[in-house]
């Protein structure tokens, strides 16, 4: 569900979900995964009513006379919601998983990162997945703060499948009004003019889970926000204070409205940014004219402003939020183009061979993987993938229509246009 694009510009509420379903439970997910709509039979079925008070970092919508309006944001979506839902077989999981690793595989894709690992469950499926000789990729998984790293169900091979640092949330998304930002949203959230959104955690418990993070190795923080920014760079700086490391590669995940000078202080705090880039393609006309405004969001996912200042940066699609395409986040990192063909942000274009690099070697680096991938060369892992277009040669424009001929992952092909 994506409310900006229905024509009412909302969220359907819970007495319009039940005229469709007046028995049983609705739950439509927003298209960001921070937000979901309910119809009153799911309300009930989660134990959620007038009394019910807002959780630590989320919301619980509500109309005027305080009825819960079947609108839950952030922390309810998880904690409360996703638990309840249905769930597939197991045989249906692992089959949707090995699926999947070959539909990555046919998007020119040698190794998924997984950065946000939510349940030892999920572990032992990629697990089994991986036993039964179906992983066509590699895979380097994140777990979730609220998991162990240490815990032995988190145990990998260490070279098909690897793991990383602990997942942080510092905010939501801004398409949902959650992520947290210093000025208010260009439009009005639900009449609110100076409205902003919100942190997931005070700064207080932010501060600690970084401290801990930080003290343990690597991890990665999710900001969208400029002012969770903020916290995340405070958080760190605090840490590095107490407890200080050199190379530590933490991953400042979608930085979506990092403004210049916290970009300053991004690489001697120890961060990498990992731009969220495919967004500008997908909702840039709406984060221009309704979220953040024209002059913020041509500014958003400022690979051009991080590149000139050394920073080494990487761009994700965020998989599935869109879809796991590289050649289309790399034509949009060169072009800077909206889905309505517009361009937002020229200034913050970077070149192909600059792109490339942020899709193959640069995320190597961040995953403390450069001396074994990212690049071709001699003692490094047989990890592939051949194009049918050179993309330093083709139109930029074009280069999102490259097509994928063949992929190879550790010398053997397991992917081909062929086939």
Request: net charge negative; proline share 7%; glycine share 8%.
């Amino acid at each position: 569900l994506d409310d900006t694009l229905l024509t009412e510009k909302r969220f359907p509420s819970r007495w319009e979900l039940d005229e469709a379903a007046p028995h049983n439970p609705v739950f439509a997910q927003h298209i960001s995964g921070h937000l979901c709509a309910l119809n009153s039979a799911a309300l009930k079925l989660a134990g959620i009513d007038r009394h019910t008070p807002d959780p630590a970092g989320g919301i619980i919508r509500r109309d005027a006379d305080g009825e819960p309006d079947g609108v839950l944001e952030e922390s309810p979506v998880y904690e409360t919601i996703m638990p309840l839902l249905p769930t597939q077989t197991r045989e249906q999981r692992i089959d949707d998983l090995a699926a999947t690793t070959r539909d990555y595989a046919a998007r020119g894709i040698t190794t998924a990162v997984d950065a946000a690992l939510f349940s030892y469950d999920d572990a032992e499926l990629l697990r089994t997945v991986q036993e039964q000789g179906r992983l066509a990729v590699r895979v380097h998984v994140n777990p979730f703060t609220s998991l162990d790293p240490d815990d032995p169900r988190l145990a990998f091979d260490g070279k098909d499948v690897t793991i990383g640092g602990v997942k942080l949330l510092a905010d939501g998304s801004l398409q949902g009004y959650t992520g947290y930002l210093t000025k208010p949203y260009h439009t009005p959230y639900q009449g609110d003019p100076e409205w902003r959104g919100y942190p997931t955690h005070s700064r207080e418990n932010l501060f600690a889970l970084v401290e801990a993070a930080h003290g343990r190795g690597q991890f990665l923080i999710h900001t969208n926000g400029d002012a969770a920014t903020d916290d995340a760079l405070d958080a760190l700086e605090a840490a590095q204070a107490k407890h200080p490391r050199k190379d530590c590669r933490h991953i400042l995940i979608h930085a979506q409205t990092i403004r210049e000078e916290q970009l300053d202080r991004l690489g001697a705090a120890g961060y990498t940014p990992s731009f969220f880039t495919a967004h500008v393609y997908y909702w840039g006309d709406r984060h221009r004219d309704l979220f953040l405004g024209p002059e913020r969001a041509a500014r958003m996912d400022p690979m051009r402003s991080a590149l000139d200042r050394g920073l080494v940066i990487t761009a994700h699609c965020d998989s599935p939020i869109v879809p796991a395409d590289p050649l289309l986040s790399i034509w949009v990192s060169v072009n800077r183009l909206t889905s309505s063909g517009q361009v937002l942000g020229p200034d913050q274009r970077i070149s192909v061979l600059e792109a490339l690099r942020a899709h193959t070697f640069n995320p190597a680096w961040q995953n403390f993987q450069e001396n074994a991938k990212g690049s071709i060369e001699p003692g490094k892992l047989a990890d592939l993938v051949v194009l049918d277009a050179n993309p330093l040669e083709v139109d930029p424009a074009a280069l999102r229509n490259i097509g994928i001929l063949e992929t190879i992952v550790g010398g053997k092909t397991v992917y081909s246009a062929r086939a």
